[in-house]
């Protein structure tokens, strides 16, 4: 998340775990935190650290956590009963799909095809494909077409929100 957002308020850092307005001003109000806290890797603030910390956000975030990856679960039973999923993106990493395969607690086979992938992790029941570059199996495409993948992912970008 920390990656994404140059900064990020203690809202915004809830809204992104999932909470709505009413649960985020309850955890603010129940652990003491001021609302103008700001969300940062661990280390860079003392206020945002005991925030993470703090036994009701601990217990709050590990029900919201348990609640989404169960209804992630329920979705692709529903969807795909355990079969070998296929992913397809622009790329880079694939962190949403080791995200999707680590819910699924790492029991169903993903791959995933990418326009190119730099620095990603994979298994055998993770893998992935980079179509134009890989750094790991192409160098010649790879220092090719790799030199400015940010604004490739710009240009091919969906006309809607990520999912």
């Known amino acids: 998340m920390f990656l994404n957002y140059k900064s990020l308020n203690i809202d915004d850092f809830l809204y992104n775990l999932g909470f709505d307005k009413s649960e985020s001003a309850q955890l603010i109000q129940n652990t003491g935190v001021s609302k103008e806290c700001m969300a940062m890797t661990r280390g860079v603030s003392h206020e945002f650290d005991q925030f993470l910390e703090n036994p009701v956000f601990i ?13 992630v679960k329920d979705y692709v039973d529903q969807v795909n009963g355990h079969s ?9 990493r694939g962190t949403i799909q080791d995200n999707l395969y680590s819910s699924l607690d790492q029991c169903t086979e993903i791959t995933g095809l990418y326009f190119g992938l730099i620095d990603a992790e994979r298994c055998s029941h993770n893998n992935k494909i980079g179509i134009i570059f890989d750094d790991k199996k192409d160098a010649a495409n790879f220092q090719l077409m790799s030199f400015d993948h940010i604004d490739l992912e710009k240009i091919c970008s969906a006309d809607h929100g990520p999912v």
């Open 59 to 71: 217990q709050a975030y590990e029900r919201k956590r348990k609640n989404v990856k169960q209804l």
């Open 84 to 92: 070998k999923i296929w992913m397809v993106d622009i790329g880079w």
